[in-house]
Structure formats: C-alpha cells, structure tokens
C-alpha cells in the first residue's frame, strides 16, 4: 500500500473516500461545515451518535473532491487516546477496504494533529487494512487490497508518517508470517524470511544448525527439536549502529515454536490448529527487526529466535526425560507441552555469550497467564524495575496493553525436582509465573523482561478494526523501547 502525506484543506483531497472523525455528543464543527449541516442532521437521526465503532458512509459529498465522505465515531472526546486514533483509523480503512474502494484519505482533525495521534493514524490504517486470507483463491480473483493511503496533515508530519509506515508494516509483516500454517513454515521456512529481511534491510543473519547446537551444547532446545521431521534453527539477526548511545547490548529472544502439538504430552484436538501460532514470538521479534534495520536506533541489538516444531514421534523426547542445557543445568522434562521454556533457555544462555546485557523475551508460553489475564493484557515478568518501567512505558506509548505479574520466589519452589536441577512446569496454580521463573533460573541477573503473549497474539474472532489471526502484539512495543532506549 502507497502511505504518503497531502497537505491542504480536507475537502480538497481528490481520493476514493475521505475519512474523518466525529465525537459523542457533539457533530464536529469542520464537517459540519462542510458539509453544510448534513452531520449535525445525521445526529439528530439518531443513526449516528459519535460513540466508538460507529460509521456513517456519505456518497459524493457536495464540495468535497473525494469520491466518498466515511464519518468514523471517537466516542468521547475526553477518553479519546492515540491508542482510540489507531483504532478509529484501522476501522475506516478495514470499513472501506470491504467495500472495494482502493484509494482513502484520513483526516484526523485539527485537535489530534500531534505527532503521536498521525502516528496513531497511520498506523491503524495500514493495520486494518490487513487480512489473512492470502491463500483464498477465490477472494483473490475480484477483490483488490487497499492501494493508497493518505493522511492529511500539514508538511511537518511527513516524517511522522514515514516512521509510522515502517512500524506498521513491521506488525503487518509480523502477522503475515505468524498466520502462515506449519506446513508452509518450517523452521527453515522461517529462517529464510529471517535471511530475506536481514537481506533486504541490511542486518547481519546467521542461522545456527542442528551440529553447531550440539556442538554449543543446546540439549534443551535439542530435545524439543527432536521429535520432529523438521530439523532446528536458532535464527540470529544482529543490528549494529553506526553511533551507539553507550555500551548496552540488547538481546530480542522469541519463541518459535512453528507448530505446538504438546509432544507426548499431547494436547487436546480441539483448538489444536492454533497452535501454528506458537512462533508469534519469533514473529515479533523479527518484525521488530525490521523496523529498526529502517528506523535506525543508536543501541545495539541482537535477536535470537530459536525454531523448532513440538511433534510427537518414535524419536520424540519422553516425560521425565532429562536434559542438559547449554549453561550446565540439567532439566527434568516433566511436561513435555512445556517447551517454549526449553528452546528460549539456550537461545538465552547464547545471547549472554554473545555479550548481551539486557534481555527481553516475548512468548506465546502459557495457558496460564490467558486464565489471569484474558485475551486484553500481556503479562510482564522481570528480575529488574528500572527496565521493567522502560519497556512498559513504551507499551504504554504504542497502546500494547501489558500488566505486571509477581515473580515472589515463592513460586519458585515448584520447579524443585530430586531428580535434575530444574523441572520444566510447577502445579497448575500460578502457571505462567513458574513459568518465568523458569526462565528467570537462566538469565544470570541480566537485566531482563518477559512478555507471555498467550492471550495476545492472536485474535479467535475478528474485531471492527482488526482482522481474525495474529495482532503482531509486541513489535510496537519493542521498537519503540530500542527508539527511546537512552
Ligand atoms: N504454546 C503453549 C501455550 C499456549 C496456550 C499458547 C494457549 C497459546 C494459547 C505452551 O507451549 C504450553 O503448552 N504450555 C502449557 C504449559 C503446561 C504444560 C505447564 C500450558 O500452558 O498449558
Ligand atoms: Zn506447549
Ligand atoms: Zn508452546
């Protein structure tokens, strides 16, 4: 899609439709100009109140050189946040989209013309225009995807139109490769869109085979890989900049788990197809990476995705198996559905060889943290304050939802066995905090955060504004972490 910025009076955008908004209560006194009191009518028809979600399509508006007129609801004015802009945006572009018309125009009004609601904008834009349905061959034939966007501002937000372009295409790209099914992305399959963008971006990629991990000593992330057809990938991105602001290297780790059978501890059928989305994670990540091979942030940066499917086979690794991780510690495999925690613990313990010196994680880990948290939030686990408080503050900023959780060592006991170091799962109580303890045990008091993506990154139902399958949650939150990072 064509993103780009037209300045100039908002009904002199020549476009396929003209969309703008219009708060509870009150017809925006710009449209209801021009258009001539056709708003302020419209709201005394009650057909349309300003709340959010509410659309209002006018064809060939007088005075108006767009084709279309969509009024777009904010709901109310006092509530109204760039997190509220995104998604406004992202339902008149999904609204329009559906109804075939190619070229749009959004105009977010005279109040919201700051650099983070245009960012917001835009964004929500190019993230509603996404949909999953690539391999629908019929859709294909007549349906054309949105093929031009323009956000009418003044010339001054060009580069904020052009930042939030990057970063939306980021969490687009990051949808596109997480909705792909576990046939179509092997552990290869995803290395080779880890190479294609460190390519096309310019990052360093080098993707770790099955021998260097013997050789490294990566039994854990072995033995999940090990039931499996589909031979491992550890995918390493690196991005170096030009200036860096200090000496901090940042360490990005996702799971990737392309597809998520449980393992002989095998998960039930029902629902089991979604889990071709246990690599969100690693999609994130990869995303992230992207943007900021574009973005350009001034500290280092390594991602580390860690592939690997989760299948149940003659070679698969057993209950009560025991493994040895590349730092030493040994594990005794009681879950064997506890993977995430099994591949993301050597891709972290390579990360800190490498000179990592912070380190955050996404994961699509637990079942646990969708119980505590539902689908709205993602859970926040870390060992370090001050760092948690910076990468919740730019989720803050891009409108990811995340909480906090507690990590009292308490939990931690559970994962006490007699028989290894560490068991991969405690009880059924507290589950996605045994689970980052988990993680915790491996991270040598490096500054470190988690995000549980379980209940976040992926949609089982489409929303006005965005479409069913993979949210690409995270991506926003991490480039905006390493865009503010000093
Ligand atoms: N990939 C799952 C977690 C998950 C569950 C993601 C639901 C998205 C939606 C993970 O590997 C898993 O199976 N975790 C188990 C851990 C348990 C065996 C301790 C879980 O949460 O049930
Ligand atoms: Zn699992
Ligand atoms: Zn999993």
Redesign the pocket.
Known sequence: MEVNLKTGRFEEVETGALAVLSFEGEPDAAVDAATKGWLKELYESGEFSGKSCQTALLHRPAGFRAKRLLVVGGGKTEEFTPAEMRKAASLASRTLQAKKVSRIAFAPGDGHATAEFVSAAVEGAILGAFEPDRYKTDSKKDEKPLEAFSLVGSADLRGVVEQARILAEAQNFTRLIANEPANLLTPADLAKHARETAAEFGLECEVLDQDRMRQLGMGALLGVAQGSAEPPALIVLRYVPEKAAGSDHLALVGKG?TF?T?GV?I?PADGME??K??MCGGAAVLGAMRAIAQRKPPVRITALIPAVENMVGAKAQRPGDIVTTMNGKTVEVL?T????RLILIDAITYALQLGCTHLVDAA?????V?IALGHHRTGVYTNNDPFVAKVLAAAERQGEKMWRMPMDSEYKEQLKTCFADLAN?GTRWG?SIT?AWFIREFVADKPWVHLDI?GTAYLDDAKPWMAKGPTGVAVRTFVDLVTNWT
């Open positions: 788990v998520d449980g501890s998960k979604k889990m989305y246990d879950n559905d506890a993977e995430g699509t880990l637990t079942g646990s969708v799962i589950g689970a379980a």
